[in-house]
Nanobody
Framework: QVQLQESGPGLVTPSQTLSLTCTVSGDSITHNYYYWTWIRQPPGKGLEWMGAIAYSGSTYYSPSLRSRTSISRDTSKNQFTLQLRSVTPEDTAVYYC?????????????WGQGTQVTVSS
């Protein structure tokens, strides 16, 4: 059974870079045909798909976040990482990592528990 766990700071200063890591167990991030995904939910709003890194290492980003987002992976640790640059208070959200079989908004089949990130000075 696959398990995902987000980790990273809960508080980030405006204009800095938010960095989160997702550690995966029970499956390999190089497993064929899966996409390893970051999704967030701001307070009082719906889920927002941010981007993904495929089993092949290819990356995909939301057009609205592309200029500020990078997703990478460490296959030796079975982890993938989100970096969101130049954050503002509007980036305050619960951030989730997830495994997905596609790039659609509802293609996720396993989720981490989520981690709260607050952007504030």
């Amino acid at each position: 059974q696959v398990q995902l766990q987000e980790s990273g700071p809960g508080l980030v200063t405006p204009s800095q870079t938010l960095s989160l890591t997702c550690t995966v167990s029970g499956d390999s991030i190089t497993h064929n045909y899966y996409y390893w995904t970051w999704i967030r939910q701001p307070p009082g709003k719906g889920l927002e798909w941010m981007g993904a890194i495929a089993y092949s290492g290819s990356t995909y980003y939301s057009p609205s976040l592309r200029s500020r987002t990078s997703i990478s992976r460490d296959t030796s640790k079975n982890q993938f990482t989100l970096q969101l640059r130049s954050v503002t208070p509007e980036d305050t959200a619960v951030y989730y990592c997830a495994r997905a079989y596609g790039l659609g908004p509802n293609d996720q089949d396993a989720w981490g528990q989520g981690t709260q990130v607050t952007v504030s000075s």
